[in-house]
């Protein structure tokens, strides 16, 4: 991988952790963390679309490498996830922790199942 490769991806971060931001900012009330949910769920579509484009190469592994690993990575983001979790456990909010993790782990996981799909169907 060349080294405009992973300044493409480390922009692409960028940009992913923007978008990431720009979900927070939108939910200024912050009751319930949909906004962490939000770009867990658009980074699995992205990342199973890539990985689908890639296997069929219709992109690049350099490509597949800045939209994958940069822009998807950026955006999606386990750490808010883990923090947010403590934070609710630590309110004594043990449903919503529930609902959290399995609304992340069922809509992630059909997120990226999807974006696999609808891209390998294009084939």
Known sequence: MS???????????????????ALGWLDRRRTFPWPTIA????????LGAVVAAGDDAW????????????????????SSLAVDIVVMA???RVRAVALY?????????????????AVAALA
Not at 10 to 20: D, K, N
Not at 59 to 78: D, I, M
């Open 39 to 46: 770009a867990n769920v658009l980074g699995s579509a992205l």
């Open 90 to 92: 630590k309110d004594r």
């Open 59 to 78: 992109v690049t592994p350099a490509w597949a490498f800045t939209l994958g690993t940069g822009v998807a990575g950026g955006l999606s983001t386990f």
């Open 3 to 21: 080294a405009w490769a992973y300044a493409a991806a480390i922009l692409g971060c960028g940009l992913g952790a923007c978008l990431r931001f």
């Open 101 to 117: 993790v399995a609304a992340t782990v069922a809509l992630g996981l059909g997120a990226a199942w999807a974006g696999y799909t």
